[in-house]
C-alpha cells in the first residue's frame, strides 16, 4: 500500500481475531518504531513486544483506555526515558508502528495516558522509565470501511500563508 494510501485509510481498531501476527510482520512494526526520527537522535524509548496471552490480559486489565488489549495477539509497550523531547518523539515511533501494522493488514490503536505505572511492576521496568503507552495489534474482526473517515473538510482546518486565508 502506498504511504498516503495506509494514512487515508487507517483506523482505530479494538477488535481482533485470534490469528498470530507473522514474526516478520512483528519485526517490521518494531523496526519502524526505531528508525523513527528523533530529536537530536536521542532515541528515548524501549519497546516491549508482548505476545503471552496471560500477560496481554493483564495489561488490558491495568490500562483504563484499553480493555480490549486482552483480546490482542500482540501488544507493544512503548516506554521512555524522560528528556525534553521524549513523549513527541516516542509518539512520532508509535505512529510509524500504526501505519506499518496497516500497510500489512493488521490494526492497533494507541492506549494509555495516563496511570500506568502499574505497568511497571508487571514488565520489570525500572523505576526511572515511563510507560507512555499500550499498543495492540491484531488483525480486525470485522470489516474496516476503509477510507471512511469522519474528518473536518481541509479547507475547515488548512490556510495558506496566514490563518484564515483559504488553503485552495
Not at 500477560?55 to 524522560?82: D, F, H, M, N, W
Not at 526511572?128 to 477510507?147: C, E, H, I, S
Request: glycine letters at 6%; aromatic letters at 8%; hydrophobic letters at 40%.
Amino acid at each position: 500500500m502506498e504511504v498516503f494510501d495506509v494514512v487515508c485509510t487507517a483506523l482505530a481498531i479494538r477488535k481482533y481475531k485470534d490469528d498470530p501476527i507473522p514474526q516478520d510482520t512483528i519485526h517490521r512494526i518494531v523496526e519502524a518504531a526505531r528508525l523513527t526520527g528523533n530529536s537530536e537522535n536521542a532515541q528515548p524509548w524501549h519497546f516491549i513486544v508482548v505476545e503471552d496471552r496471560d500477560t496481554l490480559k493483564k495489561l488490558g486489565s491495568l490500562v483504563r483506555s484499553g480493555p480490549y488489549i486482552s483480546q490482542a495477539p500482540l501488544a507493544v509497550v512503548v516506554v521512555i526515558k524522560e528528556t525534553k523531547y521524549a513523549e513527541s518523539d516516542a509518539s512520532r515511533a508509535i505512529q510509524s508502528m500504526i501505519l506499518t501494522a496497516w500497510a500489512e493488514g493488521v490494526g492497533s490503536n494507541w492506549t494509555g495516558f495516563y496511570g500506568l505505572e502499574r505497568v511497571n511492576a508487571l514488565l520489570d521496568i525500572p523505576e526511572d522509565l515511563q510507560v507512555l503507552a499500550v499498543v495492540p495489534f491484531g488483525y480486525p474482526n470485522q470489516p474496516t470501511g476503509k477510507g471512511r473517515k469522519r474528518r473536518k473538510s481541509l479547507t475547515e482546518v488548512a490556510y495558506r500563508e496566514k490563518f484564515g486565508q483559504p488553503f485552495e
